[in-house]
Nanobody, 124 residues
Framework: VQLQASGGGLVQAGDSLRLSCAAS????????MGWFRQAPGNERKFVAA????????SYGDSVKGRFTISRDNAKNTVFLQMNSLKPEDTAVYYC??????????????????WGQGTQVTVSS
């Protein structure tokens, strides 16, 4: 399984950014997809998840109402739309996949495969 994340960059507070993650090597629509992030000196933390069909989504408390996760199963791609970005959103963002839905209880130990990470920097 390969996950290729893209879309990171340097933006100002209040701006928007959309991350993408293209997957290959497994039946994409059968698996949960999600995003985690890791700021320097901090643990990797859950950001958002979406079920295989796209019918269920879950978000970390710090991003609820600002971030939206979606997927296009025809293109084997998951997206993270990030609005109203804050400096505290600065981190490396990793896409991830697993079998089985656990919602916001998804921890890094429960990830089957990781993408390579994409840097998001929000200036104040």
């Amino acid at each position: 399984v390969q996950l290729q994340a893209s879309g990171g960059g340097l933006v100002q507070a209040g701006d928007s950014l959309r991350l993408s993650c293209a997957a290959s090597g497994r039946t994409f629509s059968s698996y949960v997809m999600g995003w985690f992030r890791q700021a320097p000196g901090n643990e990797r933390k859950f950001v958002a998840a979406i079920s295989g069909s796209g019918g269920s989504t879950s978000y970390g408390d710090s991003v609820k109402g600002r971030f939206t996760i979606s997927r296009d199963n025809a293109k084997n791609t998951v997206f993270l739309q990030m609005n109203s970005l804050k400096p505290e959103d600065t981190a490396v963002y990793y896409c991830a996949t697993r079998t089985g839905w656990v919602g916001s209880r998804w921890t890094p130990r429960g990830v089957d495969y990781w993408g390579q990470g994409t840097q998001v920097t929000v200036s104040s």
